[in-house]
């Protein structure tokens, strides 16, 4: 009984303080960085707008640009059991399909801009959900080393889409 009460003051110890550490400094200079990096992403997507380089009757632009705006309200809260766990239904599966679609035939800038929205959205979400993101390492490393495989960019595609239904379609919650 000693020393189950030892070993659980030692995980307490060490585990309490790495804790803290990692949700008041770590994640929160993180979550920052993140959004500076949105911030400049929305930036860059609006003085592609502004040189002319995309035109005013673009349809994705502002598909991303309100994911964008979307995803910075959601980044301090949103996390990897929110992007997983909610079911769509049809009729939002139905526009982020179509929404995808267009954003995937628009330009090189456009698509590029989206996906960069995208991966930071994916960061901010593991960066709040540290325990998660430890129990499905192996699959996402799995993942990673088979990405060739056509199931796991469908996989990808599909949790590309629940993430953008639950951001992007759904209202937010002040």
């Known amino acids: 009984m000693k020393t ?7 995980a307490l110890l060490v585990g309490l303080p790495i804790y803290l550490l990692y949700w008041n400094l770590f994640r929160a200079a993180l979550i920052q960085r993140l ?7 929305r930036d860059d997507l609006r003085m592609l707008l502004i040189a002319g380089e ?11 640009e309100k994911f964008c705006n ?5 980044m301090e809260d ?20 179509r929404d995808l679609e267009i954003i995937f035939n628009s330009g090189p800038d456009m698509r590029r801009h ?10 901010a979400a ?22 060739w495989f056509n199931k796991v960019k469908l996989w990808f595609l599909a949790l590309m889409k ?13």
């Not at 949103?78 to 399909?97: A, C, G, I, P, R």
């Open 54 to 64: 995309i035109s005013e009757k673009e349809k994705a632009y502002p598909l991303i």
């Open 78 to 97: 949103v996390d990897l059991t929110n992007l997983l766990s909610s079911k769509l239904d049809k009729q939002t599966s139905l526009e982020v399909e």
């Open 114 to 123: 989206f996906l960069q929205i995208a991966f930071l959205v994916f960061g």
């Open 4 to 10: 189950l009460l030892f070993w659980c003051l030692i």
């Open 35 to 41: 959004k500076y990096r949105m911030f400049q992403v």
């Open 126 to 147: 593991a960066a709040n959900s540290p325990g998660v993101l430890v129990l499905i390492a192996p699959v996402i490393v799995f993942s990673v080393t088979a990405l």
């Open 70 to 74: 979307r995803a910075l309200s959601k």
């Open 162 to 174: 629940k993430a953008m239904g639950n951001l992007f379609l759904k209202p937010a919650s002040c």
